[in-house]
């Protein structure tokens, strides 16, 4: 049975920075590429960011970059989201995802095959 289980998600205040973590198990987790996704109150889930199975290639979306970076420990199955410099407007649940897909990173929710149950991350202002 695949698990993917984020940790780290809390309250911090603007301009705080946070390190999410996404455990997984049951799947060989160095033959996935692996992504973050968000999703705020009353909005769709959104991309965030992927890493390519190996590590060697990295993506995220343009509302992030220069403050989160992605990183994965395939030795200890664990993919990693370094958040800087927090906005009240990077509030939302964080998901992590494993996808099939490693020609490419996607940024498509329909090429992840499996979902954690996300964590929550509040930003004061």
């Known amino acids: 049975q695949v698990r993917l289980v984020e940790s780290g998600g809390r309250l911090v205040q603007a301009g705080g920075s946070l390190r999410l973590s996404c455990a997984a198990s049951?799947?060989?987790?160095?033959?996935?590429?692996m992504g973050w996704f968000r999703q705020a109150p009353g909005k769709e889930r959104e991309f965030v960011a992927a890493?390519?199975?190996?590590?060697?290639?990295?993506g995220y979306a343009d509302s992030v970059k220069g403050r989160f970076t992605i990183s994965r420990d395939n030795a200890q199955n664990t993919m990693y989201l370094q958040i800087n410099s927090l906005k009240p407007e990077d509030t939302a649940i964080y998901y992590c995802?494993?996808?099939?897909?490693?020609?490419?990173?996607?940024?498509?929710?329909?090429?992840?095959?499996?979902w954690g149950q996300g964590t929550q991350v509040t930003v004061s202002s």
């Open positions: 049951g799947l060989s987790f160095s033959s996935y590429n």
């Open positions: 890493i390519r199975w190996s590590g060697s290639g990295t």
């Open positions: 995802a494993a996808s099939r897909v490693r020609l490419i990173l996607s940024a498509r929710r329909d090429d992840y095959d499996y």
